[in-house]
C-alpha cells in the first residue's frame, strides 16, 4: 500500500507541474513525462522483484502499451499535443495497479478507467469555459467570425427550419422535440467553437519561440526550406531551419495555433477519482434516484 501511494503521489505531482506549464506555457517539458513513466515502470520491478512475481511489472507495461496507443491515436489525429499524450503515458505506468478500493465509491473496474472518465469530464468543461473566456477576452473578434458564419445562406436556412420544427415536434412527440433542440444546440455550439479557433487561437511568434509539437499554420517556401503544416505539430529539425531563416533575415515572424491546456483535466480527474471516486457512475445513480 504504501508504494501505491507513493506512486500516487508522484502522479499528482507530475500532473500539478505539468498543469502549470501547460497554462502558462502551453507546453509540458518532456522531463516531467520521463520521471513519470521511469518511477512507474522501475517501481513496479522492483515490486516484482520483492514479490517474486512478474505481475505487478507486467501490469504496468500493459498500461503503457494500451495508453500509448490511445494517446498516440490522439496525437496523430491532433486532438492532442506531445506532452498530453506523453503524460497519459506516465501515468498508467504509475497507476497500473492503483487498487480501487481506496475510492469511496466501490466499483469493479480499474482506478484507471475512473480516472479516464472523470478526465473526460473536466477536459470538456475546461475546453467550455475555456472557450467562453477566450470568446470574452476577444469579443469583437469573435463576433466578426461569428458574423461571418451567419451570413452563409445554408447556416440561416438550417437554424430557421430548426427554430420551426422543434416547437411543432414538442405538440406530437417531445422526444423528437428534445433530439431537435440537442441538434440545434450543437450546431450553434459548432459554429461558436469554429468562431473562437478563427478569431482567439492563433498568434505570431518569432521562429526562435517555438518548441516542438507547435501547430504551424504556415506553409513555408524561403531558400530551399520547405515546411507544410501537420496536425502533429513541428519538429525539432524543422524549427532549426526556421531559426536559420530568421537569423539570416528572411523570416521574421510565423502564424502558429494555440490549443486550450489539457493536462489540468489530468490533474483534476485524478484527484477527483482519489477523493470521489467515478464521477460517470455517480451521475447515473443520481440520475436513477430522480427516476431518469
Known sequence: MDSEL????????????????DIKDRWVPDWTNYLMVFFGLAGHAIISLQ???????AHSLIAVAILYGVSELLFQLGVWGGGDAKMLIGLGALLATFPNNLMPLLINWPFLLTFWTNSLIFGGLLGFFGSIYLAVR?????????????????????LIAALIAIPIA?????????VLGIIFLLALMLISLKSIEEACMFKTISPKKLVEGDWVTDEINIEGVYYVPNRT?????????LIELENIGKLKNI????????????????VS????????????????AFGF
Open 6 to 21: 507513493i506512486f500516487l503521489s508522484i502522479a499528482l505531482l507530475g500532473t500539478l507541474s505539468g498543469s502549470i506549464f
Open 51 to 57: 514479490a517474486n512475481s512478474i505481475w505487478p511489472f
Open 138 to 158: 476577444h469579443f469583437n473578434k469573435f463576433l466578426n467570425s461569428a458574423k461571418k458564419y451567419l451570413q452563409k445562406k445554408y447556416i440561416q436556412y438550417s
Open 170 to 178: 414538442f405538440f406530437f412527440d417531445k422526444l423528437t422535440a428534445f
Open 233 to 241: 505539430g513541428i519538429e525539432k529539425k524543422d524549427i532549426l531551419k
Open 255 to 270: 502564424t502558429v495555433k494555440e490549443g486550450l491546456p489539457y493536462v489540468p483535466a489530468f490533474f483534476l480527474g485524478l
Open 273 to 288: 477519482a482519489v477523493w470521489l471516486g467515478d464521477l460517470m457512475f455517480l451521475l447515473v445513480i443520481r440520475l436513477f
